[in-house]
């Protein structure tokens, strides 16, 4: 309980509540996850690797990393590394990578 009051403290001091920094997270997961289902052959065989996930925020400025599964043009499941950087101030994706 007490680590969960010292980060609620640390976000009020940043400007930043509980619910707003879910809210950013979310938003920036959306808009990278929609990224990648465009450039994936077989977008329905996604799965995340949830234990994988790096995840930053500065400025606005969503910086994410998590490996995930997917099917090939071949059916094969292979495992890669989704990076991603979405600038939710102007509300795009502005870099993306995997590999």
């Known amino acids: ?27 920036a997961y959306g808009a990278c996850e929609s990224q990648l289902k465009q450039r994936l052959n077989d977008p329905g065989s996604l799965e995340w690797d949830r234990s994988t996930t790096d995840y930053t925020m500065s400025n606005g400025v ?6 995930f599964t997917a ?20 509300m795009k994706v502005t870099r993306f990578d995997i590999n």
């Open 1 to 27: 309980m007490k680590a969960w009051a010292a980060v609620v403290v640390a976000l009020s001091l940043a400007g930043c509540s509980p619910s707003q920094e879910s809210e950013d997270k979310a938003t």
């Open 62 to 67: 969503a910086a994410l990393s998590r490996e």
């Open 71 to 90: 099917k090939n043009g071949f059916g094969g499941r292979v495992k890669q590394r989704m990076t991603c950087t979405a600038d939710l101030n102007q």
